[in-house]
């Protein structure tokens, strides 16, 4: 089983859910020359703080914006259609993440700094740095195996929203669409005038139409002399046409051996024994 970029995406958004919550940095006060020490925070804690006139409860956003980059993952397990979004989706709120991350953080130690405190890093913040980085190798990993969606084929002016799966219209989109004529495929019949057959005659009917001693053809011929399938009739563009299924003995129009043709009103057909005459 291959390996899955996916995977990589997940454990570093889940590495970072499980740092918001550990130590990340420890907080000293300097006085007098010494330094002591104030305690250990996690982001969530942090986030909860609103001491020294900080609001910093957009660091939420860590947590939630790498729950939704875990989600992502998921997208084609619910819609396949939707998969090629995954790698845009993951990249995104894991970049919010990040950001957001390393803004407020840069907040929190310039105002931090301006006082006596000093600021140490604790092991939550190498897990926080472990997890993004697998998150952004798995997004770039899973750009480069996947399709990366276009929008040239939204809404514009002269132009209609299309399906990927489906080619653009090549002309005249905002005009009302025309139902073709529908061309009506003319009743053929083949009328036995040798040899021995339990009908006399034969209607053909579809547009592809087999003849054979096979069972599972439209029409049996019970003979030896012809091969499983020996023969197709064909309509296509308003004309009807044979083409022989390379059969042991051949297959014979007014008297000539052919492999394929087109078959006129009153042309005779001869396969085995048996002669038809072809009537539209």
Not at 29 to 40: F, K, N, Q, R, Y
Not at 42 to 68: K, W
Not at 261 to 274: A, E, Y
Request: overall charge positive; proline content about 6%.
């Amino acid at each position: 089983m291959a390996f899955s970029p996916k995977w990589l995406v997940r454990t570093g958004a889940l590495l970072v859910m499980l740092g918001f919550f550990l130590p990340s940095m420890m907080v000293s006060c300097s006085v007098l020359g010494s330094t002591a020490p104030v305690g250990e925070f996690s982001i969530a804690q942090l986030a909860d703080a609103s001491g020294y006139g900080m609001n910093n409860s957009s660091l939420y956003l860590v947590f939630v914006c790498s729950l939704l980059a875990l989600v992502a993952t998921f997208i084609s397990y619910i819609n396949r259609d939707l998969a090629k979004y995954e790698p845009m989706v993951e990249a995104a709120f894991i970049s919010l993440s990040l950001l957001v991350l390393i803004f407020k953080m840069m907040s929190v130690n310039s105002q931090l700094s301006n006082g006596a405190f000093k600021i140490d890093l604790r092991y939550g913040a190498f897990i926080l740095l472990i997890g993004y980085i697998m998150a952004i190798v798995g997004v770039i990993m899973d750009f480069s195996n996947g399709e990366v969606p276009s929008f040239q084929s939204g809404f514009s002016p002269g132009r209609m929203l299309v399906s990927p799966e489906r080619e653009p219209p090549t002309a005249h989109d905002w005009a009302v669409p025309v139902a073709p004529p529908v061309q009506a495929r003319p009743m053929a019949r083949l009328e036995v005038i040798n040899g021995n057959l339990h009908t006399s005659m034969v209607r053909v009917i579809g547009p592809d139409f087999s003849i054979g001693r096979g069972a599972t053809n439209d029409f049996v011929i019970p003979d030896q002399k012809v091969s499983r399938t020996h023969v197709r009739l064909r309509f296509a563009q308003g004309t009807w046409f044979l083409q022989d299924q390379n059969s042991s003995l051949g297959t014979y129009v007014n008297g000539q051996k052919v492999q394929a043709g087109r078959l006129n009103p009153g042309d005779q057909l001869k396969i085995g024994d048996i002669v038809f005459v072809f009537k539209v």
